[in-house]
């Protein structure tokens, strides 16, 4: 009778492993189109990684670099997750089709997919780098857009690793804007994810809460009209030197690189 | 920007004017061996790379970022290059002379 029981428990063990929120059938027919265009995307990738590391010049690299995989993978991603509507096979689909989307610059794609997102997987555990990216997403897809998305994201989320960059990235967004209530409510979202969120950290990079402290910084002493806060640093020589030497003088700071 | 800020450089020479780069190349050597390779005359802070203390307490989130200060240290302009950083350093130089 004991070793009955071995079996399921096994099963049930594997599935608990292998799942997260959602308790979807685990290799339905759309999840495995899924992995199948994945691993076809990676392999694609990997090939052109290989071709552009084999490149002989910077003019050969140019024409490799143009036929970077990815776009005509697309439609297939979309596919999925009409298909599989609902589940976290359509959740990782749409998530796909969205950075596709906005690499190649298919606007109407990239807001199906943050309409779908938003509405059927907003209290997913795994949309903290969607979420993240979305900070760049304004200028493409519409400010007024993606900046909705986030507040539904921040008010539905019950996910603290996912409310802390759609907050920081909602921020991010508002700064520049000019509808009246959004600059200060682009103050409250950065304030809010240092006083909240100061321990969420992305998987690379620094806290949301020490970059927000930069954006806040630049709203409050960087406008044109401020007096610039002074900053003390070591020049080619090693000599020390800081803005407030250059008083009395015209100055242009330039921050650049070589590249 | 470069051949630009360099006769912008020439010509105000002597001027009450300080053309300053916050460098993000990399470390002291590595920004004299490209100060030398483009014969780049002015003086650089050394912030080391793109999230360098400098850059990061202002939050640069793009190169370059521009600043352009008047004589008494306000921001005037932001983000102006090549024509445009003409026009804005002559005007405040002349502002300042007006004085």
């Known amino acids: 009778m004991k070793t009955k029981w071995i079996l399921p428990l096994a099963a049930f063990a594997l599935l608990a492993v292998g799942s997260t929120s959602y308790a979807g059938p685990p290799l339905g027919d759309p999840a495995k189109k899924l992995a199948e265009l994945i691993e076809k995307r990676d392999a694609a990738m990997a090939e052109w990684q290989k071709e552009m590391r084999a490149a002989k010049d910077q003019e050969a690299q140019q024409k490799i670099w143009i036929s970077r995989p990815g776009p005509e993978f697309l439609a297939g991603f979309k596919e999925v997750a009409v298909e599989a509507k609902g589940t976290e096979t359509a959740e990782k689909a749409w998530i796909e089709v969205f950075e596709l989307a906005t690499e190649d610059n298919k606007i109407e794609d990239a807001k199906l997919a943050l309409d779908a997102i938003v509405a059927d997987h907003v209290t997913s555990p795994n949309l903290a780098a969607f979420a993240s990216s979305l900070s760049y997403a304004g200028q493409q897809i519409g400010r007024a857009q993606v900046a909705e998305a986030l507040r539904t994201i921040v008010k539905k989320s019950p996910h603290r690793t996912v409310q802390a960059p759609a907050l920081f990235s909602l921020g991010t967004i508002l700064v520049e804007s000019s509808v009246a209530g959004e600059k200060a409510e682009a103050r409250k979202a950065l304030e809010r994810v240092q006083s909240e969120f100061a321990d969420v950290k992305p998987k690379r990079g620094s806290a949301y809460a020490e970059r927000a402290k930069g954006f806040l910084f630049e709203m409050d002493h960087l406008q044109i009209g401020m007096t610039v806060p002074d900053f003390e640093s070591i020049d080619e020589n090693g000599q020390k030197f800081k803005v407030s030497d250059y008083k009395g003088k015209v100055v242009v700071l330039d921050f650049w690189g070589n590249w | ?99």
Do not use: C
């Open chain 2, 1 to 99: 920007m470069l051949p630009h800020e360099k006769s912008l450089v020439k010509r105000l020479e002597g001027k009450p004017f300080a053309l300053l780069g916050i460098n993000s190349d990399g470390p002291v050597d590595e920004v004299k061996k490209i100060l030398a390779e483009n014969e780049i005359t002015w003086r650089q802070a050394i912030d080391e790379d793109t999230s360098g203390k400098w850059a990061t307490a202002w939050n640069v989130q793009g190169w370059p970022t521009i600043y352009v200060l008047d004589h008494k240290g306000v921001i005037r302009f932001r983000d102006v290059r090549d024509d445009e950083m003409d026009t804005a350093v002559t005007k405040l130089l002349a502002e300042m002379e007006a004085k």
